[in-house]
């Protein structure tokens, strides 16, 4: 592959410097729009309410306050929803790959009556819109007592077909030996999915954990139905309550929405590679 | 449904026989295995999928014990109602806006961050992905902000280039495509990742061979590489379009449907009719009209996971 580098031949780097040079201003514009609006509410996040309005846009502000934050983490409960969604999100993330892992190796490593029959039930329901299942699951969520409450949020998500499919999908490339090996050294079925089978999934299971956690995290519609008492909200849905009682409030709209997305950020540059492979299952995106 | 307490006698299958022919009473222990998933996947996913279809044959309010069976009138009146057509046009009119545009621009977004001038392409990578972190509700607080009238810095720049005013979210001619551009970047990181992906992993010598032809670098991306990508764009434009008719977060947060339904996407129906205007039967038939629309459109979908 050739690359834009100097590697001695001068003719060849002059001839395709014009090129580079347009393929870069381009890449800086995209740089700019797809961060842009990140760094933009960042700095929005300390400016006084009556800079926030000003023509031309500040894109610095002239004056740092903190105000802003000070008044989300006093005045309203946002540090509440900050914690409801990390343990929401956390506690959806664990269950669902617990409980999809179980199945997927199942599904992958064992022959049994029905499992064609389920697999394929299984594949049908990618097709049901979320919003068809929308008002039966309320009602059962409901007749099941756990409206409002940290049950109702996390119950109904545990059963992710898509990680079904992911787990299935990487647990059939271990090879049998590893399990037979376990098997006469007496290990128990459950011996061999626990000591075996998960570990030896790892990657698969940090990239269904990236993916639970990351559409958790971001999950407005479940919640809006099921809660009605404010300080069991989750972060998506006091922003959507936000916009709606400080709606030209720029200041505080900006530092909220800006404090809900850097515990993701910084999941994401640590654990950058699972979130790329997530992407693939189709799921990031809620 | 398949659970550890469906026993031989309970099946009905008490011949042991069928089980050593079947080849398996060793593998019993797999029922336990899916048990924890499957009673979930039974009463959030199958039973309410049955219940909906039901549903959708009642007049009520959600919270109502006695629901009327009405037939198929909630149907008929979705095909009379003023209101459903706007939505059935506004989540049209979404949909094939939204899916060519971001597939197109992903497209050459990709052969950007493709060519080979390019270093660091896994920065690129990554910054591509950051609009996908944020929630649609961050993201509407954000672009509010950006799209806002007047003081809005998009406003004032399209303002410099001496394009007059457009209220992106409160006039009823813009508002869907102010939705439309925010979606936009929201969305597209997704598209322009799998391109990617897909174009590296196209040999080179295949575009050495073609330029060795006489073809030029427009010629080996039209010829060659968009066409190897083809089963890529495929499952983009699938993704693109499951999630464009299911349109609902940013709306909700932005415009809850306005100005004057200009917003009112399927989803947003659903949502007010069975939570707000006490109108479940309207809400799930108008749910059964968007299955039958995805349906086909994911049976796509499932084929490529089902492939794997």
């Given at each position: 592959m050739?690359r834009?580098?100097?590697?001695g031949d001068?003719?060849?780097?002059?001839r395709?410097?014009?090129?580079?040079?347009i393929v870069?201003?381009?890449?800086?514009?995209?740089?700019?729009?797809?961060l842009?609006?990140y760094?933009?509410?960042?700095?929005?996040?300390?400016?006084?309410?009556y800079?926030?309005i000003?023509?031309?846009p500040?894109?610095?502000?002239?004056?740092?306050?903190?105000?802003?934050?000070?008044?989300?983490?006093?005045?309203l409960?946002?540090?509440?929803?900050?914690?409801?969604?990390?343990?929401v999100?956390?506690?959806?993330?664990?269950?669902?790959?617990?409980i999809?892992a179980?199945?997927?190796?199942?599904?992958?490593?064992?022959?049994?009556w029905?499992?064609?029959?389920l697999?394929?039930?299984?594949?049908?329901?990618?097709?049901?819109?979320?919003?068809?299942?929308?008002?039966?699951?309320?009602?059962?969520?409901?007749?099941l007592?756990l409206?409002?409450?940290y049950?109702?949020l996390?119950?109904?998500g545990?059963?992710n077909?898509?990680?079904?499919?992911?787990?299935?999908?990487?647990m059939?490339?271990?090879?049998?030996?590893l399990?037979?090996?376990?098997?006469?050294?007496g290990?128990?079925?459950?011996?061999?999915?626990?000591?075996?089978?998960?570990p030896?999934?790892?990657?698969?299971?940090?990239?269904?954990?990236?993916?639970v956690?990351?559409s958790q995290?971001?999950?407005?519609?479940?919640?809006?139905v099921?809660?009605?008492d404010k300080?069991?909200?989750?972060?998506?849905?006091?922003l959507?309550?936000?916009?709606?009682e400080?709606?030209v409030?720029?200041?505080?709209?900006?530092?909220?929405a800006?404090l809900?997305?850097?515990?993701?950020v910084i999941v994401?540059l640590?654990l950058q590679?699972?979130?790329?492979e997530?992407?693939?299952?189709?799921?990031?995106?809620? | 449904?398949?659970?550890?307490?469906?026993?031989?006698?309970?099946?009905?299958?008490t011949?042991?026989s069928?089980?050593?022919?079947?080849g398996?009473?060793r593998?019993l222990?797999a029922?336990?295995f899916?048990?924890?998933?499957?009673a979930?996947?039974?009463i959030?996913n199958?039973?309410?999928?049955?219940?909906?279809?039901w549903l959708?044959?009642?007049?009520?309010?959600?919270v109502?014990?006695?629901?009327p069976?009405?037939g198929?009138?909630?149907y008929?009146?979705?095909?009379?109602?003023?209101?459903?057509?706007?939505?059935?046009?506004?989540?049209?009119?979404?949909?094939?806006?939204?899916?060519p545009i971001?597939?197109?621009?992903?497209?050459a977004?990709a052969?950007?961050?493709?060519?080979?001038?390019?270093?660091?392409?896994?920065?690129?990578?990554?910054?591509?992905?950051?609009?996908l972190?944020?929630?649609?509700?961050?993201?509407?607080q954000?672009?509010?902000?950006?799209?806002a009238?007047r003081?809005g810095?998009?406003?004032?720049?399209?303002?410099?280039?001496?394009i007059?005013e457009?209220?992106?979210?409160s006039?009823p001619?813009?508002a869907l495509?102010?939705?439309l551009?925010?979606?936009?970047?929201r969305?597209?990181?997704?598209?322009?990742?799998?391109?990617l992906?897909?174009?590296?992993?196209?040999?080179?010598?295949?575009?050495?061979?073609?330029?060795?032809?006489g073809?030029?670098?427009?010629?080996?991306?039209v010829?060659?590489?968009?066409?190897?990508?083809?089963?890529?764009i495929?499952?983009?434009?699938?993704?693109?379009?499951?999630?464009a008719?299911?349109?609902?977060?940013?709306?909700?947060v932005?415009t809850?449907?306005?100005p004057?339904?200009?917003?009112?996407?399927m989803?947003?129906?659903?949502?007010?009719?069975a939570?707000?205007?006490g109108?479940?039967g309207?809400?799930a038939?108008?749910?059964?009209?968007?299955?039958l629309?995805?349906?086909?459109?994911?049976y796509?979908q499932?084929?490529?996971?089902?492939e794997?």
């Amino acid at each position: 592959m050739t690359r834009f580098k100097f590697n001695g031949d001068w003719r060849k780097t002059i001839r395709v410097l014009p090129q580079a040079v347009i393929v870069y201003v381009l890449l800086a514009a995209l740089v700019i729009l797809m961060l842009g609006p990140y760094l933009y509410i960042f700095s929005s996040s300390f400016k006084e309410t009556y800079t926030l309005i000003s023509i031309p846009p500040q894109l610095i502000p002239e004056e740092f306050v903190w105000d802003n934050y000070s008044y989300i983490l006093t005045e309203l409960p946002f540090s509440l929803w900050f914690f409801n969604t990390i343990l929401v999100a956390l506690l959806v993330t664990v269950g669902t790959v617990l409980i999809d892992a179980l199945a997927a190796y199942a599904f992958a490593k064992k022959q049994f009556w029905g499992r064609d029959f389920l697999f394929g039930l299984m594949l049908a329901t990618i097709m049901i819109p979320g919003a068809l299942l929308l008002i039966p699951a309320f009602l059962i969520t409901n007749w099941l007592g756990l409206l409002n409450s940290y049950g109702g949020l996390i119950i109904p998500g545990l059963a992710n077909v898509l990680g079904v499919f992911l787990l299935r999908q990487f647990m059939q490339t271990i090879p049998e030996e590893l399990e037979h090996a376990a098997r006469i050294d007496g290990c128990s079925d459950f011996g061999v999915f626990w000591r075996i089978i998960l570990p030896l999934s790892a990657p698969a299971l940090a990239t269904l954990s990236i993916v639970v956690f990351t559409s958790q995290w971001n999950n407005l519609v479940w919640p809006l139905v099921v809660l009605n008492d404010k300080d069991l909200y989750t972060l998506p849905l006091g922003l959507a309550l936000l916009r709606s009682e400080f709606q030209v409030n720029y200041g505080i709209t900006s530092a909220s929405a800006f404090l809900s997305v850097v515990p993701l950020v910084i999941v994401f540059l640590f654990l950058q590679r699972y979130f790329l492979e997530g992407l693939t299952v189709g799921a990031v995106k809620g | 449904m398949a659970t550890t307490s469906a026993t031989p006698q309970e099946s009905g299958l008490t011949d042991t026989s069928f089980w050593k022919r079947a080849g398996v009473r060793r593998n019993l222990s797999a029922y336990a295995f899916i048990l924890p998933f499957m009673a979930l996947f039974v009463i959030f996913n199958i039973g309410p999928f049955f219940w909906a279809l039901w549903l959708s044959l009642l007049r009520g309010d959600i919270v109502d014990q006695v629901k009327p069976f009405v037939g198929l009138q909630n149907y008929l009146s979705l095909t009379t109602d003023d209101i459903t057509l706007k939505v059935f046009l506004n989540s049209l009119q979404y949909t094939v806006s939204v899916v060519p545009i971001a597939v197109i621009t992903a497209l050459a977004l990709a052969f950007l961050i493709g060519n080979k001038l390019v270093r660091f392409k896994d920065f690129f990578r990554a910054v591509v992905f950051f609009p996908l972190l944020a929630s649609a509700a961050a993201t509407a607080q954000i672009w509010s902000y950006i799209l806002a009238p007047r003081y809005g810095v998009l406003t004032y720049l399209t303002g410099l280039l001496g394009i007059p005013e457009i209220y992106w979210l409160s006039d009823p001619d813009w508002a869907l495509y102010g939705i439309l551009l925010i979606e936009w970047w929201r969305g597209i990181g997704f598209h322009i990742i799998l391109f990617l992906a897909a174009m590296l992993g196209v040999p080179e010598e295949l575009h050495e061979a073609a330029r060795i032809d006489g073809a030029n670098a427009w010629q080996v991306a039209v010829k060659v590489t968009i066409p190897l990508m083809g089963p890529v764009i495929l499952f983009s434009v699938v993704m693109g379009t499951i999630w464009a008719f299911q349109l609902f977060d940013t709306v909700f947060v932005l415009t809850n449907g306005g100005p004057v339904h200009a917003t009112a996407t399927m989803v947003w129906y659903i949502y007010n009719h069975a939570f707000r205007y006490g109108q479940v039967g309207m809400a799930a038939a108008m749910g059964v009209v968007l299955l039958l629309i995805i349906m086909p459109i994911s049976y796509v979908q499932m084929r490529v996971l089902g492939e794997r």
